[in-house]
């Protein structure tokens, strides 16, 4: 890219590169609604009658829960993303101190066919960083995600073999993302930081058929949610900023922000099958469809009087490059200041996911009236298809979840019930400085992609 370009796009790529991410990081999504599901790996998540869960992941599974009751509890996220440069000179890890996942349920049986059910949970986050200075911080040097979703549902028992349930999630995002935008003829363009944030809101249905006393089956659907997030961009520390504005001082500015994203839909299906009084096996089948992520727009609040600062210096900048390497070589620096300003305004990226899945099955085994424990395993596949397309702030890859759990009954309302999951990234983890349609080139790759999970909960039965 010439230095023209560079520095006419200086302030829109850090809008753009910044709203990407946010974008991608809706991308990673949280299953952790549970801290008893994360002991089975979520394999029957809804549909097993053990926890209020039920609500978010099937609000049909609410017709199991007899009473009125109380669920609270969080889930501990640790993300080690280290990182092996090709170089051996750019070495980093992108871990940032763990974050703990809440989330919170009441359940309330109105009489033998009406259930009402409210959750509180966090369906998307994650959190990155690295340093300020690391060599592929174009590639992103922070990143934080929060969603907090409030859901009331309903549920209808037909009859002993079916039930209905439907819920309406009215969902707030935060994103916060730092990135370096590198440096052009010794002129460095500044580090840009993100905050943005929008309410908006989807629903979810859910339905559960038990063929036998012994056997469950569930399906539920939850919606995509549009969020279209305002906020602002900042860029700091940018040499080259103060030089296109005149050598004034003026090394950082602020522009507002917005950009259009949706969160998948989400389709799942699963079973439990009570195989003996102490056995229960699960499984659990989840598509989500983040093929529906395929252009993101931004828009940008570059005011006319900065338009014009900026084309007045490119100007200067193309009569320069005219006489000094000749017309062919201002004409093509002109070009890509035209289309470079054209997008100011309004920029629209192709992103190029594929759906996931999700495959878990689990166990429970109840020890005595007081101890069950369980264990689960899982594979997830990643919505990254171009490997150039992953930031360095969601090191996004196909995942195997190992996970252990056991729940204790200390009174016949009292219930506590802990969790621990280990995720272990597999496949492919390379990194690049760029998208390969633009020539970028693979510069290392993800030695480990791990998360450790430990989740712990009380149910309490009025």
């Not at 549970?34 to 609500?55: E, K």
């Not at 629903?203 to 559960?208: A, K, P, R």
């Not at 992103?351 to 689960?376: C, E, H, M, P």
Request: net charge negative.
């Amino acid at each position: 890219m010439s230095f023209m370009k560079k520095s006419a796009a200086a302030l829109v790529l850090t809008g753009v590169a910044a709203a990407t991410s946010t974008a991608l990081a809706a991308g990673f999504q949280l299953t952790e609604q549970s801290s008893l599901g994360a002991g089975r790996a979520y394999a029957g998540a809804g549909i097993v009658g053990d926890d209020l869960s039920a609500v978010h992941y099937n609000p049909a599974g609410m017709t199991l829960l007899e009473g009125t009751r109380f669920q609270a509890g969080g889930v501990w996220i640790g993300l080690n993303a280290d990182f092996d440069s090709d170089n051996g000179m750019a070495d980093e890890n992108g871990r940032l101190k763990g974050q703990m996942i809440p989330a919170g349920y009441v359940t309330h049986q109105v009489n033998d066919k009406v259930w009402l059910g409210f959750a509180m949970t966090v369906p998307f986050g994650m959190g990155t960083e690295y340093s300020r200075d690391w060599e592929y911080g174009n590639r992103g040097t922070s990143a934080k995600i929060y969603t907090f979703d409030m859901n009331p549902n309903i549920a209808y028992k037909v009859s002993d073999y079916i039930s209905f349930g439907a819920g309406v999630s009215v969902q707030y995002a935060k994103a916060k993302l730092g990135m370096n935008m590198g440096s052009v003829l010794g002129q460095e363009i500044g580090h840009a930081k993100l905050e943005a944030d929008s309410w908006d809101w989807g629903f979810n249905l859910g339905v559960m058929i038990s063929p036998t006393d012994r056997l469950r089956f569930g399906l539920a659907y939850r919606s995509a949610i549009e969020h279209n997030a305002d906020g602002h961009t900042k860029l700091s520390n940018s040499q080259l900023l103060d030089s296109m504005m005149g050598g004034i001082g003026m090394d950082s500015m602020t522009v507002g922000s917005s950009a259009s994203l949706k969160t998948p839909d989400t389709v799942m299906l699963t079973g439990t099958w009570e195989a003996t009084e102490k056995l229960r096996l699960s499984g659990l089948i989840r598509w989500a469809n983040w093929s529906n992520f395929d252009t993101l727009n931004i828009d940008n609040d570059i005011s006319a009087g900065m338009m014009n600062i900026m084309q007045a210096k490119a100007t200067e900048i193309v009569t320069g490059i005219s006489q000094s390497q000749g017309a062919a070589a201002a004409q093509v620096a002109k070009d890509a200041l035209t289309k470079t300003q054209a997008n100011l305004k309004r920029t629209s990226i192709e992103n190029d996911w594929q759906d996931t899945w999700l495959f878990s099955v689990g166990a429970d085994y109840k020890i005595n009236n007081a101890f069950t424990v369980r264990g689960g395993i899982a594979y997830e596949t990643s919505p990254i298809d171009d490997q150039s397309t992953r930031m360095a702030v969601i090191p996004d890859t196909d995942r195997v979840w190992l996970s252990l759990g056991a729940s204790w009954y200390a009174t016949k309302d009292l219930q506590f019930d802990v969790g621990a999951t280990y995720l272990m990234g597999v496949g492919d983890k390379d990194l690049y400085d760029g998208l390969k349609s633009e020539g970028g080139k693979k510069v290392g790759e993800y030695d480990s992609l791990d998360a450790y999970l430990l989740g712990v909960q009380m149910q309490y039965r009025f």
